[in-house]
T-cell receptor, first 115, second 115 residues
Framework: DTGVSQDPRHKITKRGQNVTFRCDPI?????LYWYRQTLGQGPEFLTY????????KSRLLSDRFSAERPKGSFSTLEIQRTEQGDSAMYLC?????????????FGPGTRLTVT | AQSVTQLGSHVSVSEGALVLLRCNYS??????LFWYVQYPNQGLQLLLK??????LVKGINGFEAEFKKSETSFHLTKPSAHMSDAAEYFC?????????????FGKGTLLTVNP
């Protein structure tokens, strides 16, 4: 169990550029979640997957955001035409579907700065 | 809908003093409750959780929390603060009656520990 990993850890981009983040969950964790955390706030839910199926998306996830989990393992989060308001920490978490396993395990996050 | 309120965005204690971080939740169904800790530029680490059963739950690093349904509270305590406890703490609620188990977080409480 190597934990949840995210890449890159930091990303600086210019407004209007596209960015993509990657998350590798704990192996055999069926559920994968994306959250966004802005300065001084708690994380906010963006979307989640069960295996390769994206089952729910928050209204926070505008059309410029897309997430995939093509083989039910790693996931990518893409932001198109970035805006300064997209600057935040993007957190990935995974969870087992085992009975009584309710907690989510978080990765270190990707900090995005849009200039 | 569910929500979390953390009273006090910043709590300062002396080393060796009692730590008390307050959390109140709102949930239309029995909640699952969590406390996470976040160190600077890192992801979230689970401290403890309440799902069912005993209302006093013990976690890592000497922390514990008590679920009080009548008060809709889940306050976090530690008898004696250490310098290494300085971090941001987030209370979160998950819907036990749903299927997504997404987390709704409070805004966090920054704990500083003075020597």
């Amino acid at each position: 169990d190597t934990g949840v990993s995210q890449d890159p850890r930091h990303k600086i981009t210019k407004r209007g550029q596209n960015v993509t983040f990657r998350c590798d969950p704990i192996s055999e964790h069926n559920r994968l979640y994306w959250y966004r955390q802005t300065l001084g706030q708690g994380p906010e839910f963006l979307t989640y997957f069960q295996n390769e199926a994206q089952l729910e998306k928050s209204r926070l996830l505008s059309d410029r955001f897309s997430a995939e989990r093509p083989k039910g393992s790693f996931s990518t989060l893409e932001i198109q035409r970035t805006e300064q308001g997209d600057s935040a920490m993007y957190l990935c978490a995974s969870r087992s579907l085992a009975p009584s396993s309710y907690e989510q395990y978080f990765g270190p996050g990707t900090r995005l700065t849009v200039t | 809908a569910q929500s979390v309120t953390q009273l006090g965005s910043h709590v300062s204690v002396s080393e060796g003093a009692l730590v008390l971080l307050r959390c109140n939740y709102s949930s239309s169904v029995p909640p699952y409750l969590f406390w996470y800790v976040q160190y600077p530029n890192q992801g979230l680490q689970l401290l403890l959780k309440y799902t069912t059963g005993a209302t006093l739950v013990k976690g890592i690093n000497g922390f514990e929390a008590e679920f009080k349904k009548s008060e809709t509270s889940f306050h976090l305590t530690k008898p004696s603060a250490h310098m290494s406890d300085a971090a941001e703490y987030f209370c979160a609620v998950s819907n036990s009656g749903g299927s997504n188990y997404k987390l709704t977080f409070g805004k966090g409480t920054l704990l500083t520990v003075n020597p």
